[in-house]
Structure formats: structure tokens, C-alpha cells
């Protein structure tokens, strides 16, 4: 987990927003609280291979901190993950994000059948139908019931992961992680 003040500049003068020299100092602070959650739930990431049956290709990912002011969204790549004024909510999105790294370091092994079952669903949809799919087991096992319940603070509701939910409702998480990946 890591601060780029350059990242962090240019996103602000994208958003035309002033720069905060102090934000180091924040995103310091920031990072130790979320290392202490994950390594409070240290086996996320093995989790993650499990539910998923893939595996972590590279050892190290890099999560860039930024100024939730500055940057509109996180994203997963480069990883970049927005300091929410709840760290939970961080964590909840940085699993999202995970899942889509985890998945395009093994998109070749997603199959053709899960792209040719859901053609009809733009790519948006289509990948947060497998994302969704994974994040709904990987919560049951961990999270459900507990303060970090990954679907509470995550933007669930955004209408293109809407309609995937719904479709994971429909077709069964565990049907579609195993239809998904190619053995
Ligand atoms: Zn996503």
C-alpha cells in the first residue's frame, strides 16, 4: 500500500481541485489502519483462490492511496483506491478490486461458455456478474454478519451491478464461478 504524491497531484489538477501537501501524512495513517484490517482477516486473499479455484500470478500488488476528493472512482489498475472517510467501506471496495485483479491475471482461463452465455450483457455487467459472483461466496464465508459485510458499503446499487446481481440471484453464485473457470 503505498502514497504517489505525483498520482495524487494529477488527479487533483485533473478534478481541478487544490492539492493537499498534508496528504502523505493522511494516506500514512490511512494505510496502517488498512493493513491492520486485512491482516485481521489474513486469509482474504487464499480466500480469494479458493472460491475462485484461480491463483495469484504476481506475489505483490500495489494499492495506490488517493484523496477520495481528487479521484472520481477506485479502479483496479493501476490498483487505486479512494480514502473513504469510512475504512470500511476502503476495505469493502479493495476486495472488489482484488477480484478483478486476481481475474486478469487469469482471464484466459475464464471460459467461452460463461462470455457466450451472458453475450446479450455488455462487458460492464458481464465481469461484475463473475466479480459479484465470487464477492457473494467469498462474504458468506468471511464477512456476512460482521461489520465488513462486502455488499454494505460497496456501490452495489450502481444499476449496471444491479442487473448483474439480479442475474446472480437468478443463476446461483456457485453455478456461475464454476461455469466461468475453465479447468
Ligand atoms: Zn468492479
Keep these: 500500500?503505498?502514497?504517489?504524491?505525483?498520482?495524487?497531484?494529477?488527479?487533483?489538477?485533473?478534478?481541478?481541485?487544490?492539492?493537499q501537501k498534508a496528504a502523505w501524512k493522511k494516506a500514512t495513517a490511512y494505510s496502517k489502519h488498512l493493513r491492520k484490517?486485512?491482516?485481521?482477516?489474513?486469509?482474504?486473499?487464499?480466500?480469494?483462490?479458493?472460491?475462485?479455484?484461480?491463483?495469484?500470478?504476481?506475489?505483490?500488488?500495489?494499492?495506490?492511496l488517493v484523496n477520495a476528493k481528487y479521484s472520481?472512482?477506485?479502479?483496479?489498475?493501476?490498483?487505486?483506491?479512494?480514502?473513504?472517510?469510512?475504512?470500511r467501506k476502503a476495505f469493502g471496495v479493495l476486495v472488489?478490486?482484488?477480484?478483478?485483479?486476481?481475474?486478469?491475471?487469469?482471464?484466459?482461463?475464464?471460459?467461452a461458455a460463461f462470455h457466450s452465455k451472458y453475450a446479450k450483457e455488455n462487458m460492464?455487467?458481464?465481469?461484475?456478474?463473475l466479480v459479484g459472483a465470487i464477492l457473494v461466496i467469498l462474504n458468506e464465508r468471511l464477512f456476512k454478519d460482521s461489520q465488513l459485510d462486502l455488499f454494505k458499503y460497496d456501490r452495489w446499487d450502481y444499476a449496471p451491478?444491479?442487473?448483474?446481481l439480479n442475474i446472480i440471484n437468478r443463476d446461483g453464485a456457485r453455478n456461475i464461478v464454476e461455469g466461468a473457470v475453465r479447468k
Design 37 to 64: 484490517m486485512l491482516a485481521d482477516h489474513k486469509g482474504v486473499l487464499k480466500a480469494m483462490e479458493d472460491v475462485s479455484k484461480l491463483r495469484w500470478k504476481e506475489r505483490k500488488i500495489t494499492v495506490y
Design 96 to 111: 472488489h478490486e482484488l477480484i478483478h485483479n486476481i481475474l486478469s491475471q487469469n482471464w484466459g482461463s475464464v471460459s
Design 161 to 164: 451491478y444491479k442487473r448483474a
Design 1 to 19: 500500500m503505498t502514497y504517489s504524491h505525483i498520482y495524487d497531484m494529477t488527479l487533483a489538477n485533473i478534478s481541478k481541485r487544490r492539492y
Design 72 to 87: 472520481p472512482i477506485s479502479f483496479s489498475s493501476p490498483l487505486t483506491l479512494k480514502m473513504y472517510k469510512d475504512p
Design 124 to 129: 460492464n455487467v458481464r465481469i461484475h456478474i
